[in-house]
């Protein structure tokens, strides 16, 4: 241990632990993390522990992943005691539970039990000394045995198939097998019921369609820039500028890996421009199978989520089709041969839409990802208490609900160009951050104050912020200082709520207030817009407009504030 280490602990384990604590327990069991990525699976059967106080549960770091961001603050919001690696291979525990094989587990003093951090096993990863081959992570001999003998007490595995391509790759650890379904599955089915919920939390409108980009985290995937090319950063102004806002909603779960491995920070520079267009990056460990129930589409590759959202029924467009990580016998290297691939350089919103309109739920993801759905707690628990040899308790294994995640709506800054029909009282609107090729209609600008740059706003026909009604800092809602000091600009608006903003324009006395009536569920700015759009034919101030956007259409009042 060097210097740098933290100390050993002394309660609850340690020399003289039983002089220091409160309650002695019968078991312990060690959590032990990898990195995040494997931890997630290890916050997934934390619940089957709860309430048990024979348990006394502790968590370590193999410190053995070259991911390690991430670890200090997990353990921090965990609140276990948390042992020094060093420490907790010397230390006696009833049950060691890991969701990876990372560090010398075999060194461990007590029952160990293995679960996938993914759907089964299925990458092939190189292992130095290993020649002309990579063997399937979690199912060889390399990761399974030590002398000869296999070391893991329990290899959970969640469906016969990963069960037979063990027998064929290193039999002697058939017999550790237990299989026990898929946790992260299961909550993502109990949770099921809730979509709408988690669609509302990411602002997503009716009528909008929510598309999730997904990536995996090593170079050839769809945020990787080690594949045939290089398409993410080509592709995001595309997706901001050719799948209309009020249509689509645009939100990124990126792997773990990715996320800590080159820092969230560095994630947010990179992805700025999409940021301020709208897109809403998912936290990758606590809400990223919300946004997978939420969404109508994903974009992905051939990374784990990917397959969940196909086994959750939800159209899968491949932007990464790479299958020299996958193990060729593993059921999601058949659904990256077989599912839908996009081509970055054709018509965004045509791929989706039709893969939307064509899409057909494959059988293999659901039947694929587990045997036992629904089962896993039970099944589960029930293993982890005979490792120790200890009765289960009497109550019914249960898994944590998924939760539900803040309200993140997307937060437009940069330009939209807004296109609009008008025919009366009736306004067909789209916007997007670009100028698409062939779209039609009577064009012009709306900015959001927060812009990057302030020229776009010398340029704006609708200038557009939001906030509280009665925010002291703006001077209040409907204020005429926007158009005074930009001359250009014809109307601006102050969306004081999800369904209403305040406006003031340019060569008309006072205030008026745009609400939706209800059933109506569209961007009060783009009632604005649709607003700015009438007026440009002149006339007096309208009682109503009727918003068409999104397939649906939004009776808009216009009442003098």
């Known amino acids: 241990m060097t210097s740098a280490d933290p100390p050993a602990l002394r309660v609850p384990v340690g020399d003289d632990a039983e002089r ?75 049950l060691a539970v890991s969701a990876s094989f990372g560090g010398r587990l075999s060194d461990l003093h007590g029952k160990l039990t293995v679960l996938s951090h993914g759907v089964g096993y299925t990458k092939k990863l190189h292992v130095s000394g290993v020649r002309n081959r990579e063997p399937t992570f979690g199912l060889s001999p390399e990761w399974l045995l030590v002398d000869g003998q296999p070391f893991v007490d329990g290899l959970v595995l969640s469906h016969p198939e990963q069960l037979e391509r063990l027998r064929r790759a290193c039999p002697e650890a058939a017999a550790a097998s237990v299989l026990a379904g898929d946790p992260c599955f299961d909550r993502m089915l109990a949770a099921a019921p809730h979509r709408e919920r988690f669609r509302r939390a990411l602002g997503v409108r009716r009528g909008q369609r929510l598309v999730v980009l997904n990536s995996t985290w090593n170079p050839e995937g769809f945020f990787g820039n080690g594949g045939d090319q290089d398409v993410l950063p080509g592709l995001l102004p595309r997706l901001a500028a ?98 839908p691939r996009l081509d970055p350089h054709g018509p965004l919103r045509d791929q989706v839409e039709r893969l ?31 490792q120790m040899d200890l009765p289960e308790p009497p109550a019914p294994a249960l898994l944590e609900p998924l939760p539900l995640p803040r309200y993140d709506p997307p937060r437009r800054t940069a330009p939209l160009n807004v296109r609009t029909r008008v025919s009366g ?25 927060d812009t990057r740059d302030p020229g776009d706003l010398t340029r704006a026909d609708v200038i557009v912020r939001e906030g509280l009604p009665d925010d002291p800092r703006l001077g209040g809602a409907g204020t005429a200082e926007v158009l005074r000091r930009y001359p250009n600009c014809a109307l ?70």
């Not at 039947?367 to 099944?379: D, H, M, N, R």
């Not at 969306?495 to 008309?508: I, Y």
């Open 356 to 386: 939307l309109a064509r899409h057909r739920p494959a059988a293999g993801p659901a039947e694929f990802t587990s045997s036992a759905p629904g089962a896993s707690a039970a099944l589960l628990r029930r293993h982890f208490y005979a």
């Open 492 to 561: 601006t608006a102050y969306v004081t709520g999800p369904d209403r903003c305040v406006v003031r324009v340019r060569g008309w006395d006072g205030v008026l207030c745009l609400s939706a009536d209800a059933g109506a569920d569209a961007d009060p700015a783009a009632y604005a817009s649709s607003l700015y759009a009438w007026q440009a034919g002149g006339g007096v101030v309208p009682e109503a407009l009727r918003v068409h956007v999104a397939g649906r259409v939004h009776e808009v009042r216009v009442v003098p504030a």
């Open 242 to 339: 050719e799948l209309p806002a009020d249509d689509y909603r645009l939100a990124a779960v990126l792997h773990p890996n990715i996320w800590y491995g080159h820092g969230p920070g560095q994630i947010r520079v990179w992805l700025d421009r999409a940021l301020r267009s709208g897109l809403t990056l998912i936290d990758p460990v606590h809400a990223w199978r919300q946004a997978l129930l939420a969404a109508d589409a994903v974009v992905g590759d051939f990374g784990a989520v990917s397959y969940y959202a196909a086994a959750l029924g939800t159209p899968v467009l491949l932007a990464s089709a790479a299958q020299d990580r996958l193990d060729p016998e593993a059921p999601l290297a058949a659904f990256v041969r077989d599912a």
């Open 20 to 94: 220091w604590a409160s309650r002695a327990a019968h078991r312990r069991v060690l959590l032990v993390v990898h990195n995040v990525t494997s931890a997630g699976r290890l916050l997934d059967v934390l619940p089957l522990f709860h309430d048990d106080f024979r348990v006394q549960l502790l968590v370590t770091s193999t410190e053995s992943s070259a991911f390690q961001g991430g670890i200090r603050e997990l353990f921090a919001d965990l609140g276990l005691p948390v042992l020094p690696w060093e420490q907790a291979l010397a230390t006696p525990v009833d």
């Open 425 to 449: 009282s009736d306004v067909r609107i789209e916007r997007t951050t670009g100028h698409p090729y062939d779209a039609v209609g009577d064009a012009h600008l709306s900015v959001h104050e």
